[in-house]
């Protein structure tokens, strides 16, 4: 075997095992990565960042660690969800209300809030408690449709957001 024939195939094999082990570093970044402890079960791959971004919402910084989020899309695109629940101060909710343009007077009963969450997510489900409730509709390049509950205590308030496409 010539010099240059030996010089090739030594390369290729480099390539071949850098590729691998990229690969396999790859595969094991995603396989053990652990999940957002703010994100509720079956989320989804979606970081808190994207679905904020995607849904329009930003958070302010009192509610970084107040809030638990899920994003779901179908398979095909069509379709997309993402629920938010913020549990903190009432100044933080009232903060996180205003800086989303969630404002509106509105007192209806939890019944009349649609939402998609399922039960563990703990959301209220009494249809005798009443909250304030927005729904609003923003104009972007898809037509998202948001629906907002909030329970606004004196002291302690949650806020609950789902933010439909599709």
Not at 10 to 38: C, E, H, M, N, Y
Not at 53 to 60: D, E, R, S, V, Y
Not at 128 to 139: G, L, N, R, W, Y
């Amino acid at each position: 075997m010539s010099s240059k024939v030996r010089r090739r195939t030594v390369l290729l094999i480099l390539v071949l095992v850098v590729v691998t082990v990229a690969s396999v570093a790859a595969v094991g970044t995603w396989l053990f990565a652990k999940p957002d402890p703010r994100a509720y079960p079956g989320s989804g791959d979606y970081s808190l960042s994207d679905s904020l971004k995607w849904a329009h919402i930003t958070l302010p910084d009192c509610a970084q660690s107040a809030v638990r989020y899920s994003t779901y899309s179908d398979a095909f695109g069509m379709s997309t969800i993402v629920s938010l629940r913020v549990s903190s101060s009432r100044q933080c909710v009232d903060d996180f209300l205003t800086q989303n343009r969630f404002t509106g007077p509105a007192t209806l009963s939890i019944a009349e809030f649609v939402s998609s969450a399922p039960p563990e997510y703990g959301w209220p489900q009494d249809p005798e408690k009443t909250f304030s409730v927005i729904a609003v509709d923003f104009a972007t390049t898809s037509p998202l449709r948001v629906s907002v509950a909030a329970d606004l205590g004196p002291e302690r308030a949650e806020v609950f957001v789902e933010v439909h496409s599709g």
